[in-house]
Every structure is written in structure tokens, then in C-alpha cells.
């Protein structure tokens, strides 16, 4: 049942991260950096350590490395759009 919800939780975060890339104009590393950022602010309020106990290592590898290896495979098997 850990594996489950570590995989929801993960592929939220991961879906999240995807609608920021398709819908704003947000590069994947300023993505990354808001992902870091808001870790921060929940890790802070107590927040993110009842989504670690509740997903487990869907929580804590989902908003690190899920948003960089979701950036660097974004980025290596899109086009480059112009953002202006």
C-alpha cells in the first residue's frame, strides 16, 4: 500500500509540474526552484513531515528529483518554443 501512495503523491507532484510547463512560461528550472521554495515553506509550517509520514518516499523523492528528471526530460524531447 506505500508503493501506491508513494506513486500517487510523486505523480502529483509530477502533474503539477507538467500543467506549469504546458500552461505558463515558466522554464522547468524556475519550476524546480518554486518545488524547492514550497518544500521549504510546508517543511516549515509542519506541513510536509504529515505528507512525508503519509506518502513516504513519494513525497520526498517527488519534490526534488521528480521535478528534475521531469525538467531534463522535458527538455530533451521538446521543442524549443518562444516564450515572448
Do not use: E, H, W
Amino acid at each position: 500500500m506505500i508503493f501506491l501512495k508513494a506513486f500517487i503523491v510523486g505523480g502529483l507532484i509530477c502533474v503539477i509540474g507538467q500543467i506549469l510547463i504546458d500552461n505558463t512560461k515558466l522554464t522547468p528550472a524556475r519550476i524546480l526552484v518554486l518545488f524547492v521554495c514550497l518544500g521549504v515553506l510546508l517543511g516549515a509550517f509542519g506541513v510536509y513531515d504529515k505528507l512525508v509520514d503519509f506518502a513516504g518516499a513519494g513525497a520526498m523523492a517527488g519534490g526534488v528529483t521528480v521535478a528534475m528528471m521531469s525538467g531534463l526530460i522535458v527538455a530533451l524531447i521538446s521543442r524549443s518554443k518562444d516564450k515572448s
